[in-house]
């Protein structure tokens, strides 16, 4: 439940970017940026995935309560450093090809 709320700070923002306002860099097939902040991510890995991942390791692959908390936790966590990684404004999977205006060579 508590990630659920991600999906509400990008509602508040009234944008799933950080750092960027039109952000086109998209990568391929789920649409994330690839040059700012993606709230998205944090809200999937949350959310949805949670939703489908965890109880199907669960019931098909652990099936050891002590096992089912670690991997929880595990998920928690990435599903924190994928938030706090957004609000920072700094993609997941950077565009190595993108330099941005504040860095001078």
Same mark, same amino acid.
Do not use: C
């Given at each position: 439940?508590?990630?659920?709320?991600?999906?509400? $700070?990008?509602?508040?923002?009234?944008?799933?970017?950080?750092? !960027?306002? /039109?952000?086109?860099?998209? *990568? %391929?097939?789920?649409?994330?940026?690839?040059?700012?902040?993606?709230?998205?991510?944090?809200?999937?890995?949350?959310?949805?995935?949670? $939703?489908?991942?965890?109880?199907?390791?669960?019931?098909?692959? !652990?099936? /050891?309560?002590?096992?089912? *908390? %670690?991997?929880?936790?595990?998920?928690?966590?990435?599903?924190?450093?994928?938030?706090?990684?957004?609000?920072?404004?700094?993609?997941?999977?950077?565009?190595?090809?993108?330099?941005?205006?504040?860095?001078?060579?």
């Amino acid at each position: 439940m508590i990630f659920s709320f991600q999906g509400f $700070l990008m509602g508040g923002r009234m944008s799933h970017t950080v750092g !960027l306002v /039109n952000d086109n860099s998209n *990568l %391929f097939s789920v649409g994330w940026s690839r040059l700012a902040g993606d709230l998205r991510i944090a809200h999937f890995i949350g959310m949805h995935a949670a $939703l489908q991942v965890l109880p199907l390791l669960a019931f098909y692959m !652990l099936r /050891n309560t002590k096992a089912t *908390l %670690f991997v929880g936790l595990l998920y928690a966590a990435l599903a924190t450093f994928t938030l706090v990684q957004a609000l920072k404004g700094k993609p997941l999977f950077p565009d190595k090809s993108f330099t941005p205006l504040t860095e001078k060579s």
